[in-house]
């Protein structure tokens, strides 16, 4: 089976590699923080000191890291992956990240005869777990169906948006759509409590009509019983939003849902939440009152 | 069985009364226009002439009809329910509606001997015709036990939810949890035509992950084809959102989306969509290119 190199792993990419590893695949693995990794390697996975090293000897290089400055780094610094992949390797980032890197990357490799994606994915820690995350793929159509075998071992639903950039710009529809929803969801909370409302009776109707989403089913639970454990990073969310702000703007569109979004993050990074799951957006909404009364 | 007297049969009313009929129910019903009852008489419905002549033979009065105004003069006119219905009759108001009109017509209905509930339903025009709604029960545990095996046959998740108005402040969450929902997926469809995606393979990742919603897979590919009809009135949804404010005015919480969301449907409105179906959210976002845009 083909080597694959894997650089990331954090509360997504870790589940996503332990994956692979079941799977059969033969793992190289880095990681920034080496403990994160150690799972692992106690399941067998390799160890590389950096994702040039993981690089070195893999057919395919998967990366998963948080912020768009780490991506180019780990493509497109000295020690990076572009640079050190071996000859026809393919590089799959599945962080989401701006549009326009993924196509600077596609053409670095394209200039060293190396085929690269785009293929953040979707469906949080739980579908990471799962392996039931939608992956949206942007890049060549060759190497999207020499990926997809690699992608359906750790998604459910693979799918090829276009050339270069696309699967992040797919990527940006999905998070516009997850913080309509997340802001409907913690204003249906914050008026449950309110209202005087058993909240989660109120779930057990909401959930089950045309408000139904996987929001309500998985972060409203989460907010309700005071647990603002990530999940996925309000600081990572936000990051996303300002991406999708910035590629808006220079589209000409005008989208309040997301500038809203944006300022209610804000809100909850001026609270001390950086590092919590995007429910915490209820605490932007509740106050300071909200981690108390999440927890009473 | 019951005898059941059904007010209201629009987009949503028509296929619940049909469930009833198709289940057994004797039914004598009544609609301010009477061409919208017509199919219903054809499948063995009887007709009344008024809300009070539909009440006066019955053991149950169902009511659905637009606004609360409509819903005060249903109940609570000289040609109402309240003062017509049969001794001991069960009243379920399944309009959405103000929680304090909810609690004056129980108040009413005690007073003559009646029971009433606010049982206001989701799931659109589709959950409606496949009788998979889910119905948000407020009033007495009794009556609501009496009124179960009726509400079952129209939809799929029956919830009481407490005393007389908590039905309606349940569905009042409901909306505020799709207000969200929708301003995200319409954002995102926006998004994704102005990436130069095509906006259903988008759908096909974004359906998929966490960004799945009831709003997703039905709202956003009407909107898509440039289909703006009902499904659920703009004019109506508007309504909805204005009583969320007031109600979410009087608890003192202060709900930005719900305040986006209400501007939004405004533009909607001014823009001449009164009549549409929700997902009209898209033209005012999309501006006056919405609607050649969506049926390009």
Chains 1, 2 share one sequence.
Not at 271 to 283: K, V
């Amino acid at each position: 089976m083909l080597r694959i190199a894997f650089v990331g792993t954090g509360v997504m990419g870790r589940p996503m590699a332990g994956h692979l590893l079941t799977a059969g695949y033969p793992l190289v693995v880095h990681n920034r923080s080496p403990d994160k990794a150690a799972p692992l390697l106690a399941s067998g996975a390799a160890w590389a000191e950096s994702p040039a090293a993981a690089a070195a000897g893999a057919e395919v290089v998967v990366t998963i890291v948080g912020l768009p400055e780490e991506v180019r780094e780990v493509y497109l610094g000295s020690e990076g992956v572009v640079a050190h992949a071996a000859p026809g390797a393919l590089l799959v980032d599945m962080s989401t990240s701006r549009p326009s890197l993924a196509r600077e990357i596609h053409a670095a490799a394209a200039a060293r005869g190396l085929a690269a994606l785009d293929a953040p994915v979707s469906g949080g820690d739980v579908g990471a777990r799962a392996a039931t995350l939608s992956i949206m793929v942007g890049g060549d159509a060759e190497a999207f169906e020499q990926a997809r075998p690699i992608l359906e071992v750790m998604g459910r639903t693979v799918v090829h948006q276009g050339p270069a950039g696309s699967g992040q710009h797919a990527k940006l529809c999905n998070q516009l759509a997850i913080a309509g929803a997340v802001i409907g969801a913690m204003e249906a909370l914050v008026y449950a409590r309110g209202s005087g409302l058993d909240p989660e009776t109120v779930l057990a109707s909401i959930g089950a009509g045309a408000a139904a989403s996987w929001t309500l089913d998985n972060l409203y639970p989460r907010a309700l019983a005071g647990n603002f454990a990530p999940g996925f990073f309000v600081r990572h969310f936000l990051k996303d939003l300002r991406i999708a702000r910035d590629e808006a703007a220079a589209m000409g569109l005008e989208l309040p849902g997301l500038a809203l979004a944006e300022s209610l993050y804000e809100r909850v990074v001026a609270l001390g939440g950086a590092e919590l799951g995007t429910q915490a957006l209820y605490l932007a909404l509740a106050g300071e009152d909200g981690l108390s009364a999440g927890r009473a």
